[in-house]
């Protein structure tokens, strides 16, 4: 079991940046894969950016050059953390933290990332 507690996000001008955390706790050993995903009403989720065990990142190509994501691993905690520049309105959609593992896979409650033109 894994739990996750997502922080961060909430409403910013067009141009602006905000930065978005999820720290995992509990069987963190088993965690390969650690990132954020996004939905908006009507269309399916879509990955954003994830690290992976080793520290490989991949962004998808709508984001690359603007959000950057980075970890911080403590003894009984895994945090990644996503920042977020020059938003746009089209980034506005709920972020979700994620993790996976070799037998599944595990989400955060979602927070509002509200980008205003």
């Known amino acids: 079991q894994v739990q996750l507690v997502e922080s961060g996000g909430g409403l910013v001008q067009a141009g602006g940046s905000l930065g978005l955390s999820c720290a995992a706790s509990?069987?963190?050993?088993?965690?390969?894969?650690m990132g954020w995903y996004r939905q908006v009403p009507g269309k399916e989720r879509e990955l954003v950016a994830h690290?992976?065990?080793?520290?490989?990142?991949?962004?998808t190509d709508s984001v690359k050059g603007r959000f950057t994501i980075s970890r911080d691993i403590a003894k009984n905690t895994v945090t990644v953390y996503l920042q977020m520049k020059n938003l746009k309105p089209e980034d506005t959609a709920v972020y979700y933290c994620?993790?996976?593992?070799?037998?599944?896979?595990?989400w955060g409650q979602g927070t509002q990332v509200t980008v205003s033109s």
């Open positions: 690290m992976t065990r080793g520290g490989s990142t991949t962004y």
């Open positions: 994620n993790t996976k593992h070799w037998n599944g896979e595990y």
């Open positions: 509990g069987s963190i050993i088993s965690i390969n894969v």
